[in-house]
C-alpha cells in the first residue's frame, strides 16, 4: 500500500464484484487531497458503499471507459485503445469539481470523450450497449455446443463472417461477465425482456410471411449500425 500512500489519483481496476473490496483496502492509506477513481462497468449500488468509507479529505469520481476488446489483462492494452471512445464519469452527488475535473482530464490525455451520467442513467446504457451484447454472445456460442456432434462440428468448420463477428466477445473472461450480469441484473433483465419481446415479434413476422414487417425491422436494424459509424463508435 505504499504507493497509493504517495499516490495523487489511485484508479482500480478490478472486476466489478472486487471493486469495493479493494477500495476498503486502499482508502485508508490514501494521503489528503488524492483521488480515487475506477472503472468498474456497473454502478448500482457501488457508489454509495465506496462514498460510505470514504475519508473525508479523499474524493471519488468512479468512471467507465467504453472501450476494450475480448481480452483482459494489462497485456491486452495497445496505444490507441481509448482514442475516440467514450469514458463515462459517474461521480457521486456533492463530488469535488477540481476532482472532476481531474478526472475528465485524465481521460482526455488518453484519447477519450468523456460524458457525465447518474448510476441509473450508465447502467441503463450499458445493458443494451455491452451487456446484453455479451449475454447474446454467450447464449449462441451455448446453444451451438448443444446441437448434434456432426452438426455442431460442422458448425464451428464452416462458420461464416456473420458468425465469428457476432460472436468475438464470447471469448470475453468468464468470471468477469458473472459478476457483471449479477451486479446489473435489474437493468440487464430488463433490456433482455424487452430484446425477446422485439425478437418474438420478427419471428411471427418470418411466421406469418409479413415480408414488409421482415424488411421494416431490417431496416430499422441498419438505420442504428448507420448512426454508429457516424458518430464514430464502429
Not at 486502499?26 to 460510505?52: C, E, F, N, W, Y
Not at 459517474?90 to 470523450?113: F, H, M, S, Y
Not at 425478437?199 to 431490417?218: H, L, P, S, V, Y
Amino acid at each position: 500500500m505504499a504507493e497509493a500512500a504517495q499516490a495523487d489519483c489511485v484508479m482500480i481496476c478490478v472486476p466489478v464484484g472486487a471493486v469495493e473490496q479493494v477500495a476498503r483496502q486502499l482508502l485508508p492509506h490514501m494521503k489528503p487531497g488524492s483521488i480515487l477513481t475506477d472503472v468498474a462497468s456497473v454502478r448500482g449500488q457501488l457508489g454509495p458503499k465506496i462514498t460510505a468509507i470514504l475519508p473525508e479529505n479523499v474524493a471519488y469520481v468512479p468512471g467507465h471507459p467504453m472501450a476494450g476488446t475480448e481480452h483482459s489483462g494489462p497485456d491486452a492494452g495497445f496505444s490507441t485503445l481509448f482514442e475516440d471512445r467514450w469514458a463515462l464519469l459517474v461521480p457521486p452527488e456533492g463530488a469535488d469539481q477540481n476532482a472532476i475535473t481531474t478526472i475528465e482530464k485524465l481521460w482526455t490525455l488518453c484519447g477519450a470523450r468523456t460524458k457525465i451520467l447518474t448510476d441509473d442513467e450508465h447502467d441503463r446504457i450499458c445493458a443494451m450497449v455491452s451487456h446484453l451484447p455479451h449475454l447474446l454472445a454467450f447464449t449462441i456460442c451455448d446453444t451451438a455446443d448443444n446441437l448434434s456432434d456432426e452438426l455442431r462440428a460442422a458448425v464451428l468448420d464452416y462458420a461464416a463472417s456473420g458468425f465469428r463477428d457476432f460472436t468475438r466477445i464470447a471469448a470475453s473472461d468468464p468470471v468477469m461477465w458473472r459478476d457483471i450480469f449479477l451486479a446489473n441484473r435489474e437493468a440487464l433483465l430488463g433490456t433482455l425482456d424487452r430484446f425477446v419481446a422485439d425478437t418474438q415479434a420478427m419471428a411471427d413476422a418470418i411466421r406469418k410471411g409479413d415480408e414488409a414487417g421482415i424488411i421494416n425491422r431490417i431496416e430499422r436494424g441498419r438505420a442504428i449500425r448507420r448512426t454508429l459509424i457516424e458518430n464514430r463508435q464502429a
